[in-house]
Nanobody, 116 residues
Framework: QVQLVESGGGLVQAGGSLRLSCAASRTINSISTMAWYRQAPGRQRELVASITTGASANYGGSVKGRFTISRDSAKKTVELQMNTLAPEDTAVYYC??????????WGQGTQVTVSS
């Protein structure tokens, strides 16, 4: 049963933009934090951006100023607007959701490839 579905990944040239979307299923309730992580080959998974119920956002140092995270709590979706993309941003991007009851959920991941 897929509970988080990501979309919007693809191939883009350096300097371009992409917008990632993630939707939580009806089986996930009382969401506290929604976030995006990414993992490149040979590297650890790292936080890209997170956003709380109170709309407080946190960004990884390498993306701050270029990426923007937003959420719609009613629709249970989270978006990641990525601008001025660089080859270093190439990775599989994963949606993550944490609930107030202690649940943790991960999406299947969507590939983002930035060509130079």
């Amino acid at each position: 049963q897929v509970q988080l579905v990501e979309s919007g990944g693809g191939l883009v040239q350096a300097g371009g933009s992409l917008r990632l979307s993630c939707a939580a299923s009806r089986t996930i309730n009382s969401i506290s934090t929604m976030a995006w992580y990414r993992q490149a080959p040979g590297r650890q998974r790292e936080l890209v951006a997170s956003i709380t119920t109170g709309a407080s956002a946190n960004y990884g140092g390498s993306v701050k100023g270029r990426f923007t995270i937003s959420r719609d709590s009613a629709k249970k979706t989270v978006e990641l607007q990525m601008n001025t993309l660089a080859p270093e941003d190439t990775a599989v991007y994963y949606c993550y959701v944490h609930t107030f009851s202690g649940g943790n959920y991960w999406g299947q991941g969507t590939q983002v490839t930035v060509s130079s």
